[in-house]
């Protein structure tokens, strides 16, 4: 059975930190290019980071660059963003995403919550 589960997210001033984490089971993690998306109330989910198989490159949406970092550790088959100086525009529910080589091969984690407010 996949399964991917966000934690991490929680309430957090502007300026602050937050690191997101995606423990995966169920598939083969190396396979799978990991991405974060988030999506806030009332708008359309967007992508915000994503990480090659072997964790090699990294690309970052333009209004998070530099202030979040994706990585993945393939042993622990985990998935991290870690957010730095936190906005309060940052606040979304954030999901984390495998996708494999196949068409409509991939899976999506049930999202967690952050919160960026003053």
């Known amino acids: 059975q996949v399964q991917l589960v966000e934690s991490g997210g929680g309430l957090v001033q502007p300026g602050g930190s937050l690191r997101l984490s995606c423990a995966t089971s169920?598939?083969?993690?190396?396979?799978?290019?990991m991405k974060w998306y988030r999506q806030a109330p009332g708008k359309e989910r967007e992508w915000v980071a994503g990480?090659?198989?072997?964790?090699?490159?990294?690309n970052y949406a333009e209004s998070v660059k530099g202030r979040f970092t994706i990585s993945r550790d393939n042993r622990r088959k985990t998935a991290y963003l870690e957010m730095n100086n936190l906005l309060v525009e940052d606040t979304a529910i954030y999901y984390c995403?495998?996708?494999?080589?196949?068409?409509?091969?991939?899976?999506w984690g049930q999202g967690t919550q952050v919160t960026v407010s003053p």
């Open positions: 995403k495998a996708e494999g080589d196949a068409a409509n091969n991939e899976y």
């Open positions: 990480v090659t198989k072997d964790g090699g490159v990294k």
């Open positions: 169920g598939f083969t993690f190396h396979y799978y290019v």
